[in-house]
Protein backbone atom coordinates (compact mmCIF):
# COMPACT_ATOMS: atom_id res chain seq x y z
CA UNK A 1 0.00 0.00 0.00
CA UNK A 2 1.37 3.34 -1.20
CA UNK A 3 1.27 6.27 1.69
CA UNK A 4 1.82 9.64 1.15
CA UNK A 5 2.09 12.02 3.75
CA UNK A 6 1.62 15.58 3.19
CA UNK A 7 3.06 18.36 5.79
CA UNK A 8 3.91 22.23 5.58
CA UNK A 9 0.16 23.70 5.97
CA UNK A 10 -0.80 26.13 8.26
CA UNK A 11 -1.91 29.70 8.43
CA UNK A 12 -0.69 32.52 6.67
CA UNK A 13 -1.42 36.13 5.67
CA UNK A 14 -2.72 37.11 2.56
CA UNK A 15 0.44 37.70 0.45
CA UNK A 16 2.27 35.03 2.33
CA UNK A 17 4.05 32.08 1.27
CA UNK A 18 4.34 28.34 1.74
CA UNK A 19 5.97 25.09 0.80
CA UNK A 20 4.00 21.69 0.80
CA UNK A 21 5.53 18.67 0.73
CA UNK A 22 4.35 15.36 0.22
CA UNK A 23 6.40 12.27 0.87
CA UNK A 24 5.92 9.02 -0.58
CA UNK A 25 6.65 5.89 0.57
CA UNK A 26 8.04 4.29 -2.97
CA UNK A 27 9.93 5.89 -5.50
CA UNK A 28 8.49 8.68 -7.21
CA UNK A 29 9.65 8.14 -10.44
CA UNK A 30 7.20 4.61 -10.09
CA UNK A 31 4.35 7.06 -10.36
CA UNK A 32 3.05 8.41 -14.06
CA UNK A 33 2.60 11.77 -11.98
CA UNK A 34 2.09 13.38 -9.14
CA UNK A 35 -0.32 16.43 -8.58
CA UNK A 36 -1.67 18.54 -5.90
CA UNK A 37 -5.00 19.00 -5.50
CA UNK A 38 -7.38 21.26 -3.14
CA UNK A 39 -10.94 21.04 -1.78
CA UNK A 40 -12.52 24.09 -0.15
CA UNK A 41 -15.97 23.78 2.28
CA UNK A 42 -18.82 23.20 -0.42
CA UNK A 43 -16.71 22.98 -3.30
CA UNK A 44 -15.26 20.14 -5.25
CA UNK A 45 -11.76 18.66 -5.17
CA UNK A 46 -10.00 20.59 -7.84
CA UNK A 47 -6.51 19.64 -9.67
CA UNK A 48 -4.04 22.59 -8.71
CA UNK A 49 -0.47 21.15 -10.22
CA UNK A 50 0.84 18.25 -11.52
CA UNK A 51 4.14 17.14 -12.20
CA UNK A 52 4.87 14.15 -14.70
CA UNK A 53 7.77 11.51 -14.82
CA UNK A 54 9.35 12.99 -17.53
CA UNK A 55 9.63 16.27 -15.32
CA UNK A 56 7.06 18.51 -17.22
CA UNK A 57 4.89 20.21 -15.14
CA UNK A 58 1.23 21.19 -15.45
CA UNK A 59 -1.20 24.20 -13.58
CA UNK A 60 -4.36 25.26 -13.17
CA UNK A 61 -4.70 28.72 -14.78
CA UNK A 62 -5.34 30.20 -10.57
CA UNK A 63 -2.26 29.49 -9.75
CA UNK A 64 -0.13 30.32 -12.59
CA UNK A 65 2.94 32.40 -11.49
CA UNK A 66 2.14 32.05 -8.11
CA UNK A 67 3.20 27.96 -7.34
CA UNK A 68 6.14 26.00 -8.38
CA UNK A 69 5.56 22.06 -7.95
CA UNK A 70 8.95 20.27 -8.36
CA UNK A 71 10.55 17.00 -6.71
CA UNK A 72 13.33 15.80 -4.91
CA UNK A 73 13.95 11.82 -6.35
CA UNK A 74 16.54 11.14 -3.77
CA UNK A 75 13.81 12.22 -1.30
CA UNK A 76 10.89 10.70 -2.87
CA UNK A 77 9.00 13.93 -2.32
CA UNK A 78 7.37 16.49 -4.26
CA UNK A 79 6.96 20.04 -3.22
CA UNK A 80 4.14 22.74 -3.44
CA UNK A 81 5.42 26.38 -3.21
CA UNK A 82 3.08 28.70 -2.47
CA UNK A 83 3.41 32.04 -3.35
CA UNK A 84 1.35 35.39 -3.30
CA UNK A 85 -1.30 33.41 -1.47
CA UNK A 86 -4.62 34.67 -1.60
CA UNK A 87 -7.71 33.70 0.65
CA UNK A 88 -9.65 31.61 -1.84
CA UNK A 89 -6.56 29.40 -1.82
CA UNK A 90 -7.56 28.40 1.79
CA UNK A 91 -8.42 24.71 0.98
CA UNK A 92 -7.19 21.22 2.28
CA UNK A 93 -4.21 20.36 0.08
CA UNK A 94 -4.18 17.00 -1.28
CA UNK A 95 -0.92 15.09 -3.03
CA UNK A 96 -2.06 12.45 -5.38
CA UNK A 97 -0.17 10.23 -7.04
CA UNK A 98 -1.37 8.37 -10.78
CA UNK A 99 0.03 4.81 -11.29
CA UNK A 100 0.57 3.47 -14.82
CA UNK A 101 -2.53 1.77 -14.57
CA UNK A 102 -5.83 3.07 -13.42
CA UNK A 103 -4.89 3.04 -9.95
CA UNK A 104 -4.04 6.21 -8.07
CA UNK A 105 -3.19 7.04 -4.42
CA UNK A 106 -4.17 9.80 -1.96
CA UNK A 107 -2.77 11.49 1.36
CA UNK A 108 -4.50 12.65 4.40
CA UNK A 109 -4.12 16.66 3.22
CA UNK A 110 -3.24 19.29 4.85
CA UNK A 111 -5.07 22.36 5.76
CA UNK A 112 -3.78 25.90 4.32
CA UNK A 113 -5.38 29.11 5.58
CA UNK A 114 -5.08 32.58 4.24
CA UNK A 115 -6.17 35.08 6.31
CA UNK A 116 -7.28 38.39 4.69
Known amino acids: QVQLVESGGGLVQTGGSLRLSCAAS????????VAWYRQAPGIQRELVAS???????YYKDFVQGRFTISRDNAKDTVYLQMNSLKFEDTAVYYC??????????WGQGTQVTVSS
Open 51 to 57: IARSGNS
Open 26 to 33: RSILSFSA
Open 96 to 105: NAKDWGPNDH
